[in-house]
Each structure stands twice: as structure tokens, then as C-alpha cells.
């Protein structure tokens, strides 16, 4: 069900044995860092963009975060071997968290945080250093609540944990490079990179942990975009706009497709 990520198919054997990325591993360190806050608040037909891509690349903002808690450990604990991962690798990011006893999968796919809901990013240090295991998170809470599964628009959650990408809207506006299907017209009218409905509905996000992080809070060029702005887009802008954030995944092609998909023909602000 992952559509045109054929990425996904690749290093099996990476998925199943980290050991594979760095030889002696003894531990992975699983860490969270929180993108949620005030913004955006959107009027009924604006524009939308996933908040995990309004704020500057997590990759690299992470990336160095990682980098100064791994020179910090080796200067605790001695010489270790060490490698830092955030989506950049072929591993199953959300198990390794709930193995690390940070929470459950929900029916949205989502790592769900007690207390601290879903809008995480998730970051693992693979090292040769060996800690003492916490106890993986075995109990789920979404209980009998559907909300996630009634909200999606297209029907791409499963009500196990799974997804069907190819029908999620998040996939459909970044990862999927040919045209979006025309059954999907007119089944969302705002969602131009990513989508956060099955978050956004989840009763454990009633009250979130807020990003501490300054470069992952939302740029304010990126929420303040009107139809007629996104439409006049050029790749100069595009570049200036979003370069340094996670919606130059979809390129300026991909992202006037999506545009143009949701309004061919409009030219209001």
C-alpha cells in the first residue's frame, strides 16, 4: 500500500536488524521533540499546509540537536560508538519508540504520548553504549473511539495502526509525483502539502506538548499565503519561501500541481 514510495521496498534487512547500521549496537535512544503551537489558525477554505513543514527542515534542526547530545554522552560515559537518525534511515521509527516505552500506535498511525498527544517528531541515536532497557509501552488507549477513521476524507486509515498511503492526502500532495487521481476532486478543498485531520481530531491532542524548539516554530510567510499568492507562485519564490523547509519535498512542480488540482481556476485572495 505504499503507492510510488518504492524506497520503502528497499534494505529489508535494515528494518528488522539496526545492528546492520552500526555494528556492536547495544542501545537505541529514542528521542521526541514537540512542533505543535498556537499557529496556525486557519479560516474555512484557506490554504493549508501541514504544520510538521512550517517551520525550518527537521531534519537538519535535529540532525544538530543530535550531534551535541551524542558529544555530550561521549564525554560522560568515554569513547562510544554513535549514530543519529530522524527519518533518514530505514528504520521503524514508531516501534523503536513504543519499544522505548514512549507510547502506543494509534488507530492513526500515529505515536500517541500519554498526556502529550501526537505531534512529535521522533529522532533515534543508535549506539555500542549499553543502558539499561525501559519497559516497552504494551497498552493502547485509543479504546473505542473512531474519530481519526470518521474524519479522513478518503478513507486511507485502517483502523489497525495501518494505512493505505496511496489514498492518504499526505501522500498524495508530497510523494506521489504523477497527477492526483480524479476520484479524489472535490474530496478536499484546502490541504495544498500534507494534512493533519486525523491529528487534529484525536482527543489526545486536546492538550498538547508545545514546541520548545525555536527553529520549528511556524515561519509566519508560510500560513499567510492566500489562493491568489500560491497561484502566482514562481520557482524563485517558491525557493525563497519554502527552501528551507520540508515542502521543497515536493518541488515546485508538485506543489503547483496541488494548487492547481484544488483550484484550476481561481484567482480570488
Not at 41 to 55: F, H, M, N, Q, T
Request: net charge neutral.
Amino acid at each position: 500500500m505504499h503507492g510510488e514510495m518504492t524506497y520503502l521496498e528497499r534494505y529489508p534487512e535494515l528494518r528488522f536488524d539496526p545492528e546492520k547500521l552500526l555494528p556492536g549496537a547495544q542501545t537505541m535512544i529514542v528521542l521526541l521533540a514537540a512542533y505543535e503551537s498556537d499557529k496556525p489558525v486557519y479560516k474555512e477554505g484557506d490554504p493549508r499546509i501541514s504544520r510538521y513543514a512550517l517551520g525550518e527542515d527537521y531534519h537538519k534542526v535535529l540532525k544538530k540537536k543530535g550531534k551535541q547530545l551524542i558529544r555530550w554522552i561521549r564525554r560522560e560515559t568515554g569513547t562510544l560508538q554513535a549514530r543519529f537518525f530522524t527519518d533518514s534511515a530505514p528504520l521503524l521509527e514508531r516501534e523503536w519508540a513504543r519499544r522505548a516505552g514512549l507510547g502506543w500506535i494509534g488507530r492513526n498511525g500515529c505515536l500517541i504520548v500519554p498526556g502529550k498527544g501526537s505531534w512529535f517528531f521522533i529522532a533515534e541515536i543508535l549506539t555500542d553504549l549499553k543502558i539499561a532497557q525501559d519497559e516497552p509501552f504494551d497498552r493502547n488507549f485509543c479504546g473505542s473511539c473512531t474519530r481519526c477513521l470518521n474524519a479522513c476524507p478518503t478513507g486511507a486509515l485502517l483502523g489497525d495502526g495501518r494505512l493505505d498511503a496511496r489514498k492518504c492526502i499526505s501522500y498524495l500532495t508530497i510523494e506521489h509525483r504523477s497527477e492526483i487521481p480524479d476520484e479524489y476532486q472535490g474530496v478536499w478543498s484546502d490541504w495544498i502539502f500534507g494534512c493533519d485531520i486525523c491529528q487534529e481530531v484525536c482527543p489526545w491532542n486536546k492538550d498538547p506538548e508545545k514546541v520548545s524548539i525555536a527553529e520549528l516554530l511556524p515561519d509566519n510567510r508560510r500560513i499567510s499565503l492566500s489562493w491568489n499568492d500560491l497561484q502566482r507562485m514562481t520557482p524563485e519564490l517558491f525557493d525563497e519561501l519554502f527552501g528551507s523547509s520540508p515542502v521543497k519535498r515536493a518541488g515546485y512542480r508538485g506543489f503547483m500541481r496541488n494548487i492547481s488540482f484544488l483550484h484550476p481556476n481561481r484567482a480570488d485572495s
